[in-house]
């Protein structure tokens, strides 16, 4: 397999870049999202494996959505972009939703009305 062409530095700002807006507007999906961040971060599947505690089959399974990452594979790939896991809230059309103060849950031992 020939070995890729490193990025230069504006390449890797420019597709980190993109990532986080993709995370920002709720399109960052699994599997893509992992073979997405590792070209962003210009690593082969075996350095980018390495790295995160992977082996080279788990992540080409990953990438492949043949399995499932564990939370703590996520939060350790998620890491270098500032990612935290969580939900993101969607409308019926797909797209992400902005939550206003009146659609979010009132703190506990508060009334809604």
Known sequence: MP????????????RRDEIARRAATGTLRLPEAIRDIRDALGMTQTEFADKFGLTRTQLIDLEKGRANPTHETLARIGKPFGFVLGFVPRTPSGEVSELRDTDRMPPRGQSSA
């Open 3 to 14: 070995k890729k062409r490193a990025l230069s530095r504006d390449e890797k700002l420019d």
